[in-house]
């Protein structure tokens, strides 16, 4: 089996505060994700990436930036956090393709004060 | 485009009770289907995968179904314990991307 590791667990910023979430994964997978997490609203993507330096956009990626700096890990910058954006960022892995299944982190939940 | 709809955003259960939950979908290929369950603290994780109408899925005393006629697919137990307790989300593949599109959660709740 593998482990995805997110760092840090709990984040606390200010608001226009540039931030950096942080993902390691040890599965080997080609395919990482993040998505945000609000309470009622599922799993929204933000970026994901399908290969080392690969990055992909998706539906709310406004606002954050992503960097897959190598194959192992994937990082996720919140540009200026705001207090409208506290939630639960999770990271994800997959090998890729139609019916993988989805690996996912245990999440950094992120307050704005 | 592509979306998923789920409605129950919490059900409350004894224990013994019978679980459903229903999700629908829409798209213009053929879709596979997924049900992921997160417990407290926890990301989530795979519970079923369904990528044929009218087979079904089955782990862990769940089972899935979809509906290929009414665009539905849904998760049922027959008898949910305290340990279920979680939220249950259904998602489908886009096959135009690979990526999975997400219902919003259902949150199980289990009377002692």
């Known amino acids: 089996g593998g482990i995805i590791t997110q760092t840090p667990k709990f984040l606390i910023g200010q608001e226009g505060q540039k931030l950096t979430l942080k993902c390691q994964q040890n599965f080997n997978h080609d395919t990482m994700y993040w998505y945000r997490q609000d309470s009622g609203k599922g799993l929204r993507l933000i970026y994901y990436?399908?290969?080392?330096?690969?990055?992909q956009k998706g539906d709310l990626s406004e606002g954050y930036d992503a960097s897959r700096e190598k194959k192992s890990s994937f990082s996720l910058t919140v540009t200026s956090a705001q207090k409208n954006e506290m939630a639960v960022f999770l990271c994800a892995s997959s090998k890729g393709g139609a019916n993988t299944e989805v690996f996912f982190g245990k999440g950094t939940r992120l307050t704005v004060v | 485009g592509d979306s998923v709809i789920q409605m129950q955003g919490q059900v409350t259960l004894s224990e013994n009770d019978f679980l459903f939950i229903n999700c629908t979908y829409s798209?213009?290929?053929?879709?596979?289907l997924f049900w992921y369950v997160q417990y407290s603290g926890e990301g989530p994780q795979l519970l079923l995968q369904?990528?044929?109408a009218n087979n079904k899925g089955s782990s862990r005393g769940f089972e899935a179904t979809y509906d290929k006629g009414t665009t539905s697919f849904h998760l049922q137990k027959t008898s949910v314990q305290e340990i279920d307790s979680a939220v249950y989300y259904c998602?489908?593949?886009?096959?135009?991307?690979?990526?999975?599109?997400w219902g919003s959660g259902t949150k199980l709740i289990i009377k002692p």
């Open positions: 369904v990528t044929t």
């Open positions: 798209t213009t290929g053929y879709p596979t």
């Open positions: 998602a489908m593949r886009d096959n135009s991307n690979y990526q999975l599109i």
């Open positions: 990436s399908i290969t080392e330096n690969d990055l």
